[in-house]
């Protein structure tokens, strides 16, 4: 009996000790996002098949802490905090907002953001190139050029541009202010009309119907959380809307030069198992998805291009990556 207890707390310890060491193994990725808007939701799930790809396997030897700020940037803070506390291998915040309020909590833990616009003037790295500290990311910078000539190509006498954004939004100050400096050179005013929260994206976008040609939503997760209201304006008023990110193309928006979402979460993932295996955040470049071999495309919406008075050149059909 005295012999098999022995061998019994033998075992016990070696499975204790194994149990240990699978633990060990598991490594655990927090990710937040702003609000449940799909391309946010898209980034999400490139990263968790890129992570997939990687050998990463949720349940088995990964831990994912999936949470939404559902649009406020009070919530974001505070779940920012949360997940120092829980103290995980990596920290994903999804867009400006959250990364600011992730960096904010902590100087320890491994950021790696995404879908940021312009993580210098969101003061998330102080520079793109090995930034040093425990932040790095995937950026994803408005194309304005491209972006412009194609709106100018759908809407040729195009004399004023309006915008319908949320000016507490850093990715909204950046882009709308690259449009505006951008203007003169393609022959047009712009019109701001700021919408600080949810309930006043109809009325922001109300307000240009009959003082401009067009519409333009930056990467603005706070117009995109109710971007059909908005669409639906654009579509009875004959103004014609466009965006900057390719699924509100699918929503209802004419046209937009974008990139990828699921592509930006699987390079974010690409990042995030440099620094599971070792590597610093400081040591990795920020990287700028428009820089990548066919990252930006057209995207048309035919059927709201008609519904809010374009007519859409057979070139730019023939060259779109995707016509809905």
Do not use: C
Not at 16 to 26: F, G, K, M, R, Y
Not at 66 to 78: D, E, I, L, V, W
Not at 147 to 164: D, E, H, R, S, Y
Not at 187 to 214: I, W, Y
């Amino acid at each position: 009996m005295k012999t098999l207890s022995i061998a019994s707390v033998v075992v016990m310890f070696a499975g204790a000790l194994l149990s240990a060491a699978e633990a060990d193994n598991v490594k655990k990725v927090d990710i937040l996002v702003m609000s449940d808007t799909p391309q946010l939701l898209e980034v999400r799930d490139g990263i968790l098949e890129g992570l997939k790809a990687r050998g990463y396997i949720e349940g088995k030897n990964l831990t994912i802490n999936f949470k939404s700020a559902q649009a406020n940037f009070g919530t974001a803070q505070q779940i920012a905090r949360q997940f120092v506390g829980d103290a995980p291998d990596v920290i994903v915040p999804i867009t400006t907002p959250t990364s600011q309020a992730v960096v904010a909590a902590t100087k320890d833990i491994p950021i790696v953001f995404s879908t940021v616009t312009d993580p210098l003037a969101a003061k998330l790295v102080p520079k793109l190139d090995k930034p040093g500290g425990n932040v790095s990311g995937v950026a994803d910078p408005v194309p304005i050029e491209q972006m412009l000539t194609a709106i100018k190509q759908l809407v040729p006498n195009l004399k004023k541009l309006g915008f319908v954004y949320d000016p507490s939004l850093p990715n909204s100050i950046v882009t709308t202010k690259a449009i505006k400096e951008m203007a003169p050179k393609f022959g047009f005013e712009t019109v701001d009309s700021p919408a600080m929260g949810l309930n006043n994206v109809p009325a922001a976008g109300q307000a240009l119907v009959g003082k401009v040609d067009a519409i333009f939503v930056p990467n603005d997760t706070t117009v995109y959380a109710v971007f059909e209201a908005l669409v639906k304006i654009a579509q009875d008023g004959k103004v014609p809307l466009f965006s900057s990110e390719r699924r509100s193309v699918e929503r209802g928006a004419v046209a937009t030069i974008g990139l990828d979402f699921k592509r930006m979460g699987v390079e974010t993932a690409n990042m995030v198992d440099k620094v599971l295996k070792g590597t610093k955040p400081g040591d990795l470049d920020v990287l700028d998805m428009s820089k990548l071999p066919d990252a930006l495309s057209l995207y048309l919406n035919k059927n709201a291009a008609e519904k809010m008075g374009v007519t859409v050149p057979p070139e730019m059909l023939k060259r779109a990556a995707h016509v809905y």
